[in-house]
């Protein structure tokens, strides 16, 4: 009876048989108070076990009142599992917003609970409940795994394992010691798991931007990218000319359109980070992207039909390949018009413009030509 009223199964815990008699023996593991994951497949080193976190603390319900929550946002669920495995490994690996997650329930509940009267932790909507469980944290990480496969579809089971764990992030609820039998690695994060580390902290800020590529370039632009690192302020670029002196620019994400490049030059281009409090990172490897040759009108007239011209509200660009550019520039050099062709033809609409001749550049497949256009209302 007193075994039943501590809620304590029957173990047996002496007599038992030696390595001798049954070297299965050794695999057992006696019975502890810990309440830790014991069985069944989470235990396995190659299954990402999820742990649960608190996802909110107020709702307002179906009577339109906000019921009692007395769980605080971020923090371990109390149903939550936690490890370690009875061969003492650390579970669970992550942790994922589980409790207090408010999601469709079925319409056999909520009608059921409405007609009962104790529709207390039901929206407003009368077709979403409060749930609490890792039958909701798991789900999230899961949608991660699958957004890194997506972006990696040849990653390992392994792979997505670490991805996951090692872009973990810590606060307040899971503290510095981690892994442990709580939290896992920490509260997953998608944003981090698919970018990677944050970075610019004290033991990574030096690491350079990696994948600098040039994506697109013309005869006066190049478009670079670059790896993001989340936490940095922002970006260095260096690119210098052949034989001529090397210049700067600046950017605030992992993204640039380095303008006004001289046409059919070579360009060493790297890049850099700044982080706050820390200073530069090391550069990036070197690039080099050569623009291309400036092409006149006249070699682009018989392929860049412009017409009318002079025209009065509207005029229509033929034969700039999807992906060019079309800009158009007043007498006082502004720009009052530029666009990104996605077909063969731009009607472009000149209401708005005041009588006189516009300047229009194209950069049509890596070349760049100017052509006039006399508005005339």
Same mark, same amino acid.
Request: aromatic share 10%; glycine share 8%.
């Given at each position: ?44 080193? #190659? ?13 307002? #319900?179906?009577?339109?009142? /906000? ?62 409940? !409060?749930? #609490? ?13 699958? +957004?890194? +496969? ?22 307040? *609820? ?36 990696? #994948? ?15 790896? !993001? ?85 509207? *005029? ?15 007498? +006082? ?6 666009? /990104? ?37």
């Amino acid at each position: 009876m007193l075994r039943q009223l501590q809620g304590f199964s029957n173990y047996v815990t002496s007599g038992l048989p030696t390595a001798a008699v049954l070297p299965e023996i050794v695999n057992y593991r006696g019975p502890d108070t810990d309440q830790s994951i014991v069985s069944s497949w989470q235990c396995l080193d #190659n299954v990402i076990t999820v742990g649960s976190y608190v996802n909110r603390d107020t709702m307002t #319900n179906y009577y339109n009142v /906000i019921p009692p929550i007395l769980d605080i946002v971020g923090a371990l669920y109390i149903s939550s599992s936690h490890g370690p495995t009875r061969d003492n490994r650390i579970k669970p690996d992550i942790c994922a917003p589980g409790a207090r997650v408010l999601s469709t329930a079925s319409s056999i509940l909520t009608n059921w609970l409405i007609e009962e009267g104790a529709a207390n932790y039901m929206s407003q909507d009368g077709q979403h409940y !409060l749930y #609490n469980g890792t039958s909701f944290s798991s789900p999230a990480v899961a949608g991660i795994a699958a +957004l890194y +496969l997506q972006k990696y579809p040849n990653a390992t089971a392994a792979e997505v394992r670490d991805a996951i764990t090692s872009q973990a992030k810590s606060d307040a *609820f899971t503290g510095a010691s981690l892994p442990n039998n709580l939290w896992g690695y920490g509260k997953a994060d998608a944003f981090r798991t698919l970018t990677g580390s944050w970075g610019c902290g004290p033991d990574d800020y030096l690491d350079a931007p990696e #994948n600098l590529t040039a994506d697109a370039f013309t005869a006066t632009k190049i478009m670079l990218s670059w790896d !993001l690192i989340p936490n940095a302020a922002g970006y260095q670029i260096y690119y210098k000319p052949t034989a001529a002196p090397a210049q700067k620019a600046k950017a605030l994400s992992n993204t640039k359109t380095l303008s006004g490049l001289t046409p059919n030059t070579t360009y060493s281009i790297k890049v850099r980070a700044f982080c706050d409090g820390q200073g530069f990172s090391e550069w990036s490897e070197t690039i080099t992207v050569t623009t291309a040759p400036f092409k006149s009108a006249a070699e682009e007239h018989q392929l860049i039909q412009i017409f009318p011209n002079p025209a009065a509200n509207t *005029f229509t660009v033929e034969g700039v390949s999807e992906g060019g550019y079309i800009t158009m520039v007043n007498a +006082l050099g502004e720009i009052v018009y530029s666009t /990104i062709v996605t077909d063969g033809a731009i009607r472009i609409n000149t209401t708005t413009l005041h009588n006189g001749i516009y300047q229009l550049i194209l950069e049509d497949k890596g070349s760049i030509s100017t052509q006039k256009i006399m508005i005339v209302h």
